[in-house]
């Protein structure tokens, strides 16, 4: 025993020293709403957009733990392109949220979005996971190993969540002390975008999570759109993922439209899965068949699942900025045409409709 | 599983721990367990990954097994080819099938396309040249008559397996290990559990503090000279030098130690895989201080049996060479690869013919000799870590922006870059520097600190993590080989 607290004394020493100073900075530090191992804040590398528009949404805004009815999730094809006022326009009272952010979280990344919005909200009635047809995370590029999905995963839902001191929030101020020779915490979230969409970025319980595409329309013409269209208008890409060493490859549309309805279930809220618009022509599109069959065998196990739209819901090449992403001024009539289609399955007026429903076969 | 990751730290290792206690008196049934929770450490992100790795291991221990039985020199030599093609056959497919596709069959268009597209996306299991390397050695051993075949299989898969090695090593000898594994261990004494508990967070000061920080620096340098074509922005090149220099000695080190640091944990002993290497004097100082679990390896397997230094001067330059364009092609398939291994083996050649330290000591006297040795060899070594790091469309760029000198980097409009650069470097050479001076490394010192020293070391470590650790870093640099 002896030669145990001989041994660790420099630790235990160590550690009350640390709780000392945590305590003291807890009391008369700084404050910073962003103290959470979910950032990275390096020095010499720009902290990622999409993790400020998660944790905004998530904790700062208060939109995921208030009362809402209808919780969106998925990619950013929702986040631009569903303005949650012009959606409750149609839903007689009900509250919707737009908790969407970006496909850079993958499959794994929505699920986990979902899953903590509904632990946040335990009164909602239904799931909403609105992903653009042309821009699946099966896609490499979105793997499920991403390291945005694994600290999402790792920082905001699971345990390790709890691990935060209150001297963590210096992080942010040291690295642009290195980098900038400041050590105050920048007004700008992020130096790609102008200033009103920096504000919009810190603000957006203002538009329930709505944002608009950050691009301005006049420096992509419908030209330049076609050419977008052009090159990606396809699904094999996004639909498969490599897997045993590289021996085959998965499909995983299907298992994780699974994943979501046994989600809801576990929730007991309903779900809704939603293909957003596409500047895209179905019989241009290789590949759109086999896909599509994965989700009318998902629809079939799975009839009280709403499937609004079709894989190839084909909008005018104006109100698209590229292959998934509505312009802003598209985005009210996509909003209530959706809402009334919510609304009419919520009451029951249209049943179980849509172009994957068994009795649309 | 990473070795940074909470779940290795706070969730794996701890469980193991506590059920490794549990079992300590049966040696069959901690061993069987330590393979079962070493398979699981493997499998976190791929279970198709263990299938090379049970092959390798499987074949390996029934081959040894008749390799010893034999008496017919023929059916044992046989017996040793076999197990050779398949473990170079699986390291040779994985490792060089993408590169081979991609640059040769690319080249030659021999095969259709198709084909290329299928070897491009085979997946290199982590760790695969670790673990073959160490049951090639075993099965070596055991024709030359040096070891004898291991009589339990459940403790020859956890010699193979066992988890803290297995991913980037040590390379550990059967001779080393599995009599460690054949007993009952101690129980952990607190000074060897405090070693342990060290080893560890020290390790993860180098990765996550040290080496993820470095990482970030490569990445700026080398994207700075790129841009510093046609532009006034150069000198980056050396940036991207000095930084991956200690980035690739910090990120493998923390390996080693976190390594070294959770096998103590369980009474094992895993080898010294460094000791100082940025204060070597000349190549072959530096081959015994960089990942000397590789370098005895490559010695005792590759350049002894083809004839080492004993046949003269031509025949030695050859072997050294030939054993270090291996030891790059070992890493990875590429031509940098090769360029590095050669250049280290040029290395080696020029210091055997004439060896330069021992005339800067002549001429500039002992101390000031060993210092501009020390000097000159980190700096040859350096363009190695150039050829190592970079890719062939960067390498022309970086080696551009290299004939202009570091102080350029001030334009990079970085305030307090410099600071940062300088700090993260002290923090790698003057831990080193003080186990140098003693023959050691850093964490050989903690048990011989003063208590107020360990204090501030264990607060320092905390705070370095806490404040500018990175959090989603890179992987291990030696989890690709």
Redesign the interface.
């Known amino acids: 025993m002896i030669s145990f607290i001989s041994s660790f004394k420099p630790v235990f020493i160590a550690l009350l020293l640390v709780a000392a100073v945590e305590a003291a900075v807890h009391q008369w530090g700084s404050k910073s709403d962003y103290n959470s191992n979910f950032f990275e804040f390096s020095p010499f590398r720009e902290e990622k957009l999409q993790k400020f528009i998660i944790y905004d949404k998530f904790f700062l805004s208060g939109l995921a733990s208030r009362p809402s009815d209808i919780m969106q999730v998925g990619d950013s094809s929702g986040l631009f392109g569903i303005k949650p006022k012009m959606v409750e326009t149609q839903l007689h009272g009900l509250r919707y949220v737009n908790l969407g952010c970006c496909g850079d979280t993958g499959w794994k990344g929505y699920y986990d979005q979902a899953k903590l919005a509904l632990r946040m909200n335990p009164e909602a009635k239904m799931l909403l996971l609105h992903v653009g047809p042309m821009l699946l995370p099966g896609d490499p590029r979105f793997n499920s190993w991403h390291p945005l999905n694994t600290s999402l995963h790792d920082h905001l839902l699971g345990p390790w969540r709890f691990f935060t001191l209150p001297s963590m929030h210096y992080r942010w101020k040291i690295s642009r002390f290195i980098e900038f020779g400041q050590f105050d915490e920048p007004e700008i979230i992020s130096t790609q975008f102008d200033e009103s969409w920096n504000a919009k970025l810190k603000h957006l319980e203002h538009e329930d999570g709505w944002l608009p595409m950050p691009v301005d329309p006049a420096t992509r013409p419908v030209e330049a759109v076609q050419k977008i269209a052009d090159r990606n208008c396809e699904y094999e890409k996004s639909a498969e993922e490599v897997v045993l060493l590289g021996a085959t490859k998965r499909r995983v549309l299907y298992p994780w439209l699974v994943r979501f309805a046994e989600l809801a279930k576990d929730y007991n809220v309903k779900l809704a899965v939603v293909f957003g618009p596409v500047p895209c022509q179905r019989e241009k599109i290789a590949g759109i068949d086999a896909i599509e069959d994965e989700v009318r065998r998902f629809q079939k196990e799975y009839p009280d699942v709403f499937i609004p739209h079709s894989m190839v819901n084909t909008y005018p090449l104006e109100d698209m900025a590229d292959q998934i992403h509505l312009w802003p001024h598209a985005t009210a009539d996509y909003s209530k045409k959706l809402g009334g289609e919510l609304s009419g399955w919520l009451t029951g007026k249209d049943g179980a409709s849509g172009p994957y429903a068994p009795a649309a076969q | 599983m990473a070795f940074h990751?909470?779940t290795y730290l706070?969730g794996f290792l701890p469980l193991v721990l506590l059920i490794y206690h549990v079992l300590r008196r049966n040696v069959w049934l901690t061993n069987l367990f330590l393979t079962v929770a070493s398979w699981v450490f493997y499998a976190w992100?791929?279970l198709?990954?263990l299938?090379?790795l049970l092959t390798s291991s499987v074949l390996d221990f029934y081959i040894g097994k008749k390799i010893h039985a034999s008496s017919n020199p023929k059916t044992r030599k046989w017996l040793l080819i076999t197990s050779l093609t398949v473990n170079l056959g699986i390291l040779a497919f994985?490792k060089y099938a993408v590169w081979f596709s991609t640059s040769v069959i690319g080249w030659l268009h021999v095969v259709d396309s198709s084909f290329i597209t299928v070897l491009t996306?085979?997946?290199l299991?982590a760790g695969l040249s670790f673990y073959t390397f160490q049951t090639m050695s075993y099965t070596i051993d055991i024709y030359r008559g040096k070891e004898v075949p291991c009589p339990s299989f459940v403790t020859y898969l956890c010699f193979v397996t066992l988890f803290p090695q297995l991913v980037a090593g040590p390379i550990e000898r059967s001779t080393h290990l599995i009599p460690q594994l054949s007993r009952v261990r101690e129980v952990v004494?607190?000074?060897m559990?405090?070693l342990a508990?060290f080893l560890i967070s020290w390790g993860l000061f180098k990765k996550i503090v040290l080496a993820d920080?470095f990482g970030?620096?490569v990445?700026?340098g080398e994207t700075q000279a790129r841009a510093a074509q046609g532009h006034d922005m150069v000198g980056a090149g050396w940036l991207f030098a000095y930084s991956f220099c200690f980035q690739i000695y910090c990120d493998f080190s923390a390996y080693t130690d976190i390594a070294r640091g959770s096998a103590l944990l369980i009474g094992i002993d895993l080898m010294r895989n460094f000791k100082t290497p940025h204060f070597a004097r000349n190549p072959s100082d530096f081959w015994q201080r960089w990942h000397i679990s590789l370098s005895t390896w490559l010695r005792d397997y590759l350049y002894i049996p083809l004839g080492g230094n004993r046949h003269g001067g031509w025949n030695t330059a050859r072997n050294l060479l030939i054993t270090m364009v291996l030891g790059g092609l070992w890493h990875g398939a590429g031509m940098l690869f090769i360029a590095w291994g050669l250049w280290h083996g040029l290395l080696l050649v020029l210091y055997h013919m004439i060896p330069i330290d021992k005339h800067l000591e002549t001429k500039l006297g002992k101390r000031i000799g060993a210092v501009c040795s020390t000097l000159l060899f980190f700096h040859l070594s350096l363009f190695g870590w150039i050829l190592f790091r970079a890719s062939p469309e960067s390498l022309p760029m970086i080696l551009e922006s290299m004939r202009y000198n570091m102080s350029h980097i001030a334009r990079f409009h970085?305030?307090?870059?410099h600071?940062?650069f300088v700090g993260l470097v002290c923090a790698v050479l003057i831990p080193d520097w003080l186990a140098y001076r003693k023959g050691v490394e850093f964490t050989d010192l903690y048990p011989r600190m003063p208590?107020w020293c360990?204090?501030g070391v264990?607060?320092a470590i905390?705070?370095a993590i806490?404040?500018?650790g990175?959090?989603?870093g890179y992987d291990f640099i030696y989890f690709q080989f």
């Open positions: 990751s909470f706070l992100f791929s198709a990954s299938i090379p994985f996306q085979v997946v299991p004494s607190p000074q559990a405090v508990l920080n970030l620096l990445e700026l970085l305030e307090n870059f600071l940062f208590g360990k204090v264990w607060v905390f705070y806490i404040l500018i990175k959090r989603a």
